[in-house]
C-alpha cells in the first residue's frame, strides 16, 4: 500500500501523539472524499465543526487520567480501562451504573476502528456518547478477527454485567467492513449490527493490515440462509463524498480505490446490497441508472425502497432508505448523508443505534426479540 493510499484511510497512532499538527480538518475532509469532495466547505459547516468537536477528545493521551476523568462525566458516565498492548490492546468502557445496580444487565456494543486507525479514533465515532447516555458496555478492540471478538466476548461475560440478549457491533471503514463479516457469519449471538463507510457482504483474499493477519472470508450461501432465517437488523451509512464512491449504487470506485482489497465496484455493491435485504428478510430490489427519477432517498442511494425519508439534522440532509418486509416490518435501513466524505458524522452513532437498538435476540434459539 503506498503511502498516499495510508494518508487516505485516515488517522494512525502517530497522527494522534502529534496531535495539532498536520493537514488540518478540511484537509483530512479533502483526502477521505472522491473528486467531487469540498473538504473547506464540509469543516466550516455547522456538521464540520460538530465533527471537530467531537475528536477534541482525541487529544487525551490514551490510558490517562484526562480521559478517565471525561468518559466518567459524559452523560451518565462510562469507566473507561485500557487493556494490553500492541496488536493484543482493547479498551472497555462500563457504565458507572454498574457499581450502583450490581444485579442490573447492560447491553454491550463492539465498536471497531477503520484501517490505520488508533482504537482511541472510535470515541470520536458518537458510540461511546451514545453508550454514556444509554448505559451500555462498549468495547473497542484493536484486532478484529473473529477469534479475537469472540474471546473477548467471552471474556465481557465473565467479567462485566452483559446482557448477552443485546450484543451489538458497530463500525466504521475498515471497522464497519469487519462488522458486517462478523456478523452475518454469526447472526445468532448479535442482536443487529452498524455499518458506516462500507458496503460489503461478499469474499475477499488473506491479507496483512498494519501487521495484523485477516484470513480469507466468504460469505456463503450456507451462511446467507441462516442469517435470512434468523433475521440480522442492519444500519448501513454512507456518504454521499466517500472516497470509496460508495454512492449512489451505479458509481464505480475512482482508479487509486479499485485495487484495493474490499472489491466495491457498482455490481459487488449491489449484490451486497441485496445481499443485506435478504438477512433482513427482504427479497432484491431494483437498482437505479443515472436519470432513472424515483423519490429523493433511492435516487441519492440508487436503489428502489418500499419506505423512505428524508431528515435534516446539523443543516445536512439524511436520506433513509427502508427495506421493508410485507408484514410492515425493516430489519435492513439504509442511510446516506448529504455531500458527506468518508468519515462518521455527529449522527451517524445516533442514527445506527436509533434502528438497531429496537432489537435483542434470544440466547437459546437465536430468534430475534422485538423491543419496540
Known sequence: MTEDKEIKMGLTEEDVQRRDEGPGLAGLFAAMGDSEADGEALAASEDGKKIAERMAVMAMPEGS??????????????RKEVHGEGLGKWASYVP?????????????????????????????YGVMQVAAREECIVIAPEN????????LLDDAKKNFPVDERRVYSIG????????????????????????GGMLFAGKVPAHDLD???????????????????LGVPAALFMGENE????????????????????????????????????AGQCGPTTFLQPGDGGEETEVHIGARFERSEVRTYNGR??????????????????IACEKMV???????????????????????????????
Open 65 to 78: 487520567e484526562e480521559g478517565r476523568a471525561f468518559w466518567a462525566s459524559c452523560e451518565k458516565g462510562l
Open 96 to 124: 458507572l451504573a454498574a457499581e450502583r445496580e450490581p444485579e442490573r444487565k447492560f447491553p454491550l456494543i463492539f465498536c471497531l476502528h477503520g484501517a490505520h486507525n488508533p482504537i482511541q479514533l472510535t470515541e470520536s
Open 144 to 151: 478484529e478477527n473473529w477469534a479475537n471478538i469472540e474471546s
Open 172 to 195: 466504521y471503514s475498515f471497522g464497519g467492513f469487519m462488522s458486517s463479516r462478523n456478523v452475518l457469519a454469526h447472526p445468532e449471538l448479535f442482536a443487529g449490527v452498524g455499518m
Open 211 to 229: 501487521g495484523q493477519w485477516y484470513e480469507a472470508y466468504e460469505l456463503t450461501e450456507e451462511m446467507l440462509q441462516k442469517a435470512e432465517s
Open 243 to 278: 472516497m470509496l464512491r460508495l454512492l449512489p449504487l451505479w458509481k464505480e470506485p475512482e482508479a487509486d480505490i479499485r485495487g484495493g482489497v474490499i472489491p466495491l465496484s457498482s455490481v459487488e455493491k449491489q449484490v451486497a446490497f441485496n445481499r443485506f435485504r435478504r
Open 317 to 334: 440532509k439524511y436520506f433513509i432508505g427502508d427495506s421493508v418486509k410485507p408484514d410492515g416490518e425493516c430489519l435492513f435501513r439504509a
Open 342 to 372: 468518508h468519515w462518521p458524522t455527529a449522527m451517524f452513532a445516533e442514527l445506527v443505534w436509533e434502528h438497531i437498538s429496537k432489537f435483542a435476540r434470544d440466547t437459546e434459539t437465536g430468534a430475534l426479540i422485538r423491543l419496540q
